[in-house]
């Protein structure tokens, strides 16, 4: 028996994946806050509860994130790009092109069949047309984020964001709900900007089947079908999605713990 654990430690939330011979058999998700090396262990410990299993029983602990260093009780670290790769890898074999797109940056990843890192492009460090940019936005139209993902489904003038910025879009949706505009037509032109710098993200690394949807906004059915409708290609969203960085670095945990990858 070998079981192991992956912490993402995300600059919005933090994940925690245990791989026990290869299969999932406990996770967890929260909201982070400013004491990381707590969250970490907090989701560590609540990933074992799920499970039922203790602290003593796990042989490796990866740390992946932006916080992965805060990981301190683990023994390795691996990159997000690395881990995402690997993840979705396993979620989904086929993969060729990782989308990842989290609270505050967005990834295209290019996958060998064997889930190692080809080649990858990412957002400059402004938080456009990520999940801080939809976050932001859908507060300015008085809802929640999760609860605007099938709010664009009959759209049926959709605006145009103009502002990238998330600051002045923000505005921007305030002066479009002050106007009268349809929040239908607004979310759904909120969908357009994030895919269609997604799009270009993409085709930095080359876009080809499989593509695998990774990351917290990969719950966003509206983005899901915007950016299949934009690519005319099937997209790969697992239940699992936005746990793909915390399964790949559990995955790293098990190799270098000695057993083959599942
Ligand atoms: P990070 O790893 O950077 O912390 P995540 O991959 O956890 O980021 O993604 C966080 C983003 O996911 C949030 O900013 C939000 O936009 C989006 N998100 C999270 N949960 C939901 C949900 N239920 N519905 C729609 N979007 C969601």
């Known amino acids: 028996m070998t079981l192991v654990a992956g912490v993402d430690i995300g600059s919005t939330t933090a994940k925690c994946i245990l791989l026990e011979d290869g299969a999932i058999v406990g996770k967890s998700l929260a909201p982070v806050g400013v004491e990381l090396v707590k969250d970490a262990e907090r989701a560590l410990e609540k990933a074992l509860g799920e499970a039922g299993r203790e602290r003593r029983e796990v042989q490796a602990v990866t740390g992946t994130g932006y916080g992965r260093f805060k990981v301190t009780f683990g023994q390795y670290t691996l990159t997000e790009i690395g881990c995402h ?40 460090k402004c938080a456009a047309g990520t999940g801080r940019f939809l976050d932001v936005c859908a507060g300015a139209l008085g809802f929640d984020v999760s609860e605007i993902g099938s ?86 969203v697992s239940p699992l999605s936005q746990y793909v960085g915390a399964i790949g670095a559990a995955l790293h945990g098990l190799e270098r713990a000695g057993s083959p990858p599942p």
């Open 85 to 124: 790769a690997k993840g979705a890898h396993y979620l989904f074999p086929g993969t060729r092109v990782v989308l990842d797109i989290g609270g505050q940056d967005t990834k295209a990843i290019k996958v060998s069949d064997r889930g190692e890192v080809v080649d990858f492009a990412m957002n400059d």
């Open 151 to 236: 709010l664009s489904l009959g759209a049926r003038h959709p605006v145009k964001v103009t502002n990238t910025c998330t600051v002045f879009a923000e505005s921007e949706v305030s002066a479009y709900v002050a106007r009268g505009k349809d929040p239908k037509d607004i979310v759904a032109g909120l969908y357009a900007s994030v895919v269609s710098r997604s799009l270009s993200l993409m085709q930095r690394v080359g876009v080809e089947p499989e593509l695998t949807f990774t990351g917290g906004v990969s719950r966003n059915e509206g983005v899901v079908r915007t950016l299949r409708q934009r690519l005319n290609l099937s997209v790969n």
